[in-house]
T-cell receptor, first 117, second 111 residues
Framework: GAGVSQSPRYKVAKRGQDVALRCDPI?????LFWYQQALGQGPEFLTY????????KSGLPSDRFFAERPEGSVSTLKIQRTQQEDSAVYLC???????????????FGEGSWLTVV | TQLLEQSPQFLSIQEGENLTVYCNSS?????LQWYRQEPGEGPVLLVT?????EVKKLKRLTFQFGDARKDSSLHITAAQPGDTGLYLC???????????FGTGTRLLVSP
């Protein structure tokens, strides 16, 4: 499809397990974002890539969270030693170039729902 | 930490009623966006407002950016069941790419 694609859509992980979430942005989009959305809340920023460069990782909650985009297209968000508080929807988003100051629209994927038991 | 507080948190109304959702902050933003999110989906952009005092209309939806660019409102006229969803405001700061999302307003419009 033409939209942002995320996989898996649903993941149940045992506490302490490592998980990897994949994001396929819209083809040609330079900017890629990861957000975390807890149930009933607004999304919270995790990290931002411009092509393969991770320019902002200020939102990553701990060193258990790691994101990469090695070839400037597909991105993976990895969570090591998952904990119950990591349970959330992880949203990936992309835009053609920059949001600020260019004002490009950000397109979100459907999200990966992670439940840690 | 910048906060965008939305009110009300939850709104349940009948089809045909009007409503207003508020998005308030103590911080100034270079622009503000409104999104609607349906269950199991990602947020979808409705509008971006950039200039203080700006008003934009999208069919039955009217968006306003405060003069000081710290707050915004979304007004829906004659709400329909298809308007049901989670409405999110999000601020953008000059020089930064990330969105700062509001706390969200969940709207339920019953037939």
């Amino acid at each position: 499809g033409a939209g942002v694609s995320q996989s898996p859509r649903y993941k149940v992980a045992k506490r302490g397990q490592d998980v990897a979430l994949r994001c396929d942005p819209i083809s040609g989009h330079v900017s890629l974002f990861w957000y975390q959305q807890a149930l009933g809340q607004g999304p919270e920023f995790l990290t931002y890539f411009q092509n393969e460069a991770q320019l902002d990782k200020s939102g990553l909650p701990s060193d258990r969270f790691f994101a990469e985009r090695p070839e400037g297209s597909v991105s993976t968000l990895k969570i090591q030693r998952t904990q119950q508080e990591d349970s959330a929807v992880y949203l990936c988003a992309s835009s053609f170039t920059t949001v600020e100051p260019s004002g490009n629209t950000i397109y979100f994927g459907e999200g990966s729902w992670l439940t840690v038991v | 930490t910048q906060l965008l507080e939305q009110s009300p948190q939850f709104l349940s109304i009948q089809e045909g009623e009007n409503l207003t959702v508020y998005c308030n902050s103590s911080s100034v933003f270079s622009s503000l966006q409104w999104y609607r999110q349906e269950p199991g989906e990602g947020p979808v952009l409705l509008v971006t407002v950039v200039t203080g005092g700006e008003v934009k209309k999208l069919k039955r939806l009217t968006f306003q950016f405060g003069d000081a660019r710290k707050d915004s409102s979304l007004h829906i006229t004659a709400a329909q069941p298809g308007d049901t969803g989670l409405y999110l405001c999000a601020g953008v700061n000059t020089g930064f790419q990330k969105l700062v999302f509001g706390t969200g307003t969940r709207l339920l419009v019953s037939p």
